[in-house]
């Protein structure tokens, strides 16, 4: 089974925010394949739809000046880290109000202003990233911390683990965040791995490994707050495991048939964000009508965003040469 951390639950207000970042997640991953899928409009992305707790947790634990590096299936990493969901849905849709003006695409999306530095369409090249910017952080005596997201396929990658041996013998402030949605693209995790679990590979770099429940957000909150705090206490690295499942294929339009329907119908039955609306009606937190309010702002958020990206200009051809190299830096010889 998956172990959960035994820490006090966040604050009312925090729970509330993690509701309400899970749903905004939900609603703008079901609203492009609703349009994706009735030809409404037209891009390409790897949905995160069942994940939302994971992204959530980091939205509320991460500081503003934190930073992190997320993959191409990273719509809800985005959305928890604060970049507008206009400049998400406008990278992807080609339109000049995303995040690189259209030029980017769905898979390398950044937006450093929100501490997103980086969106990788390589699997498992994010984790070095992350150590050059915790290494960074540390040289400069900055109080920041890098979080790297990752799914179970890229801890196979020889990057994975260089990185996370350098972050280890380096005491850097970095927090490894493995998504387990147990399929490595069509791959089930038990055919790539011997260990039993990813968070056992943490052992081999003298650092902690933490599995934790990647559903119920209270347990992934715990988990990096004091992965957080251990780094920021100058103690090094820490990775976290979060079981977890995705409801949709490894790209939309993927069929999934290498899923089995019953495993697919019970993790669909576990769905983390009506699970965590539960919660909140049943803990006092929230009464019916203030998860209603909820869900209709993130309805509200999402259609906004997506009428703003649909009136937006296409890149011109002049964009083609701009933003192609930095300006230059001359350093003394």
């Known amino acids: 089974m998956v172990s959960t951390v035994s820490n006090d639950d966040p604050a009312p207000d925090n729970q509330r925010r993690l509701y309400a970042l899970m749903v905004l997640m939900k609603v703008a991953d079901d609203r492009l394949s609703k349009g994706i899928g009735t030809g409404e409009f037209m891009c390409v992305y790897w949905p995160s739809r069942g994940q939302e707790a994971i992204a959530a947790a980091m939205g509320v634990t991460l500081r503003p000046d934190d930073q992190l590096v997320t993959t191409y299936r990273g719509l809800h990493d985005l959305i928890g880290k604060g970049v507008p969901l206009e400049e998400i849905y406008g990278e992807m849709m080609g339109r000049t109000v995303g995040a690189s003006r259209g030029k980017g695409g769905s898979m390398h999306i950044a937006n450093p202003d929100n501490g997103v530095m980086l969106s990788t369409g390589i699997v498992g090249a994010g984790p070095p990233v992350a150590v050059g910017l915790a290494m960074a952080a540390k040289r400069k005596g900055i109080d920041r911390v890098t979080v790297v997201s990752f799914g179970d396929g890229a801890t196979n990658t020889g990057s994975f683990h260089e990185a996370a041996n350098m972050a280890a013998v380096w005491d850097l402030p970095l927090v490894f965040v493995c998504q387990n949605n147990l399929y490595a693209e069509m ?18 770099y003298g650092i902690p490994g933490v599995r934790v429940d990647g559903n119920d957000p209270l347990a992934v909150t715990s988990a990096l707050e004091e992965a957080l705090d251990r780094a920021r206490g100058g103690d090094g690295p820490t990775l976290i495991e979060c079981v977890t499942f995705r409801f949709r294929g490894h790209y939309f339009g993927d069929r999934m048939p290498y899923i089995p329907k019953d495993q697919l119908a019970v993790a669909m039955a576990a769905d983390p964000v009506p699970r965590f609306r539960d919660h909140l009606a049943e803990a006092g937190i929230c009464t019916e009508d203030e998860l209603d309010r909820i869900d209709n702002d993130a309805a509200t958020t999402v259609e906004t965003a997506l009428r703003a990206v649909m009136a937006a200009d296409s890149p011109l051809v002049d964009e083609l040469e701009r933003d192609v190299y930095a300006t230059p830096i001359r350093y003394p010889v």
């Open 187 to 204: 791959t089930p995790t038990v055919d790539t791995m011997k260990v039993e679990h990813v968070a056992d590979r943490a052992a081999g």
